[in-house]
């Protein structure tokens, strides 16, 4: 008898984030120093959560982000990545 796999479940993307949003991710760099990236909620449907990053450490620069545009998972949006923390609301998290 074959068994499959359980997919991981996560709280709803909807129900925690709306569109036009503002929410922070925190990158620790190879040196171990933060840098938190803010940004707006573009878009979210069932698979993942799309976000468009225009501040750095608190100064607004669209023009030099490294990644403007996000397309995240929910795990990735609730837990993060090897190099980025998690996404969080408000930017006054941090």
């Known amino acids: 008898m074959k068994v ?6 996560y709280p709803s993307l909807y129900d925690a984030f709306k569109l036009g949003q503002r929410v922070i991710r925190l990158y620790e760099d190879k040196y171990g120093k933060k840098i938190k990236y803010e940004g707006i909620v573009l878009a979210i449907d ?6 468009y990053w225009d501040t750095l450490d608190g100064e607004y620069k ?3 982000m490294d990644m403007p ?8 949006v609730y837990y993060g990545n090897e190099k980025y923390g998690p996404i969080k609301k ?5």
């Open 69 to 76: 545009f996000t397309y995240c998972n929910p795990e990735e």
């Open 90 to 94: 408000g930017k006054y998290y941090y």
């Open 46 to 51: 069932k698979n993942g959560l799309e976000v």
């Open 62 to 64: 669209p023009k030099e």
């Open 4 to 9: 499959e796999k359980k997919e991981k479940e």
